[in-house]
């Protein structure tokens, strides 16, 4: 199976306007592994293979474990993830499937318990950042053509 569209090729000031917001989450005060968290959860819920193999492979280089990686797709049950990091993790859920409930008031009044307002934001940004890199890659079928069966 072939990718069906090129959007860095036929649209690169889009493309290139989500890298901006990708280079500038780079700057933000939120930790790598608050990030690797947050994508890869986001990448499983909206089942997009490329995001979640290229994540996963970010995480484990910086340090995460893979019994954490193994672990997130229920982190609600899992005991390792902290108080905080489940708090990040329910935000993520709720922000991805925003049609459900949305962030809701309890989740928001556990994120703001563990940061400040503005790594809130910076959180929200992230969540919709991966989330618009899944939503191209799962329509554009980019793991299909970039993928090779070991």
């Known amino acids: 199976m072939k990718q069906r569209l090129n959007i860095q090729e036929l649209e690169p000031n889009a493309y290139n306007a989500i890298l901006e917001i990708y280079k500038y989450l780079e700057t933000t005060t939120l930790s790598k592994k608050s990030k690797n968290l947050i994508k890869i959860r986001a990448s499983q819920i909206n089942t997009c293979a490329y995001c979640i193999e290229m994540h996963t492979m970010e995480a484990l280089k910086n340090g995460e474990g893979q019994n954490r990686i193994f672990a997130l797709s229920a982190w609600r049950e899992s005991p390792l993830f902290s108080e905080e990091e489940k708090a990040l993790l329910a ?32 959180i929200i ?23 090779k069966v070991s």
Not at 94 to 122: P, R
Request: proline letters at 0%.
């Open 91 to 122: 935000a993520t859920d709720e922000i991805t499937q925003v049609s459900n409930n949305g962030l809701t008031e309890g989740t928001f009044q556990k994120l703001k318990s563990y940061f400040s307002d503005n790594e809130i934001a910076q």
């Open 125 to 147: 940004i992230q969540i919709g950042e991966i989330n618009i890199w899944n939503r191209i890659a799962v329509s554009t079928q980019m793991f299909q053509a970039t993928s």
